[in-house]
């Protein structure tokens, strides 16, 4: 039988409803969880998080994609109390944002190390959660260039995935050629990876899209809402006309079946401030009125925010 794991047990595709597929109940980097200036009840956390998942779900959204690895703030017993509580679905995902941010204890690892971790996270748990990872995070690290960690949680992942029918999910789209390799390599197909971050204003510039296109892979539009015209935009953020654009023309030259969409917004952020003003309902409250705006039909719509994420995260045999 198909099927999706989240926090709360294995899922039918068709009950996910609106996937959001690369967001954060709360991101930080290694170490901030001991940098006291940052510390948050449990009950702020709560606070901060809950309101944004009960709109989300009353906008329809159903289904949390949580993008954040092993070693920047995951926590998996607060994802199902999450869960629980509003009726988001929720998928946890094993792996690393990037190299630079797998502390030394795992940067040391082997690639059959790592492949056993993350195949105990899918098929085991996570822990003692009970909870089984969704979907396996990779990433590139500061620098622009796949570093040899890098290709080490790549391949790595790969192996997992192949193993496990979990797909993977990047941290960054640039310099794709190495990842693709590795994939090819391990005999992942390409439509088991979403590259990430193919829209932010630091990295659109240097993604070569149609190539991961043409290569089979996925790509994301998943920072919808780091723009320019926020009160206060981080560094990656773009300017709104211009990213929908950018998109509206993948879309019209054919590729909507390879395209996903998200907001990689913050419920909580950890050890840093986050960016103000910007959620996971950007979807509902800006990206879908820009879409229909802009002449998208509802079908189209329905599968970027439906059929293509399930399509992707449906565990595949
Ligand atoms: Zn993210």
């Known amino acids: 039988m198909s099927k999706v794991n989240t926090v709360l047990g294995p899922v039918a595709p068709e009950e996910l409803g609106v996937v959001a597929v690369h967001e954060h109940i709360g991101y930080g980097m290694p170490g901030s969880e001991l940098d006291t200036r940052w510390w948050k009840t449990p009950e702020q956390r709560y606070e901060e998080t809950v309101p ?6 009353e906008y329809g959204g159903g289904t949390f ?23 988001v679905h929720i998928v946890a995902c094993t792996g690393f ?9 795992f940067a040391r690892q082997s690639v059959d190390q790592l492949t056993r971790l993350f195949v105990h996270e ?22 622009g260039r796949m570093t040899e960690l890098d290709k080490r949680i790549y391949r790595a992942a790969a192996r997992a995935a192949a193993a496990t029918g979990v ?27 979403l590259f990430g971050h193919a829209d932010d204003g630091l990295n659109a510039p240097k ?23 926020l009160e206060d935009p981080p560094f990656w953020a773009r300017p709104r006309q211009e990213r929908l654009d950018h998109f509206l023309g993948l879309l ?37 009125p820009d879409l ?16 293509n994420p399930a399509d992707f995260l449906t565990i595949r045999a």
């Open 167 to 193: 797909p993977v999910l990047t941290h960054l789209a640039i310099d794709p050629e190495p990842a693709v390799a590795v994939f090819r390599e391990e005999g992942l197909p390409l439509d088991r990876v």
């Open 122 to 143: 899918i098929t085991v748990g996570i822990g003692d959660t009970g909870s089984l990872a969704g979907v396996i995070k990779v990433g590139v690290s500061r620098g």
């Open 292 to 307: 229909r705006g802009a002449g998208v039909d509802d079908a189209t719509i329905t599968a970027l925010l439906e059929d």
């Open 65 to 87: 994609v949580d993008a954040t690895g092993i070693c920047n703030g995951r926590d998996v017993d607060y994802y199902k109390s999450l869960s629980e509580k509003t009726g």
């Open 97 to 105: 944002v990037g190299g630079d941010t797998a502390l030394p204890y």
């Open 207 to 229: 993604t070569p899209h149609r190539w991961i296109f043409e290569q089979g892979g996925r790509i994301g539009f998943d920072t919808f809402g780091y723009e320019t015209e």
């Open 52 to 57: 944004k998942l009960r709109r989300f779900r």
């Open 252 to 288: 019209n030259a054919g590729y909507l079946d390879q395209l996903l969409v998200s907001a990689d917004a913050n419920c909580s952020p950890l050890g840093w401030p986050g960016v103000k003003g910007h959620t996971v309902n950007y979807i509902f409250e800006d990206l879908v």
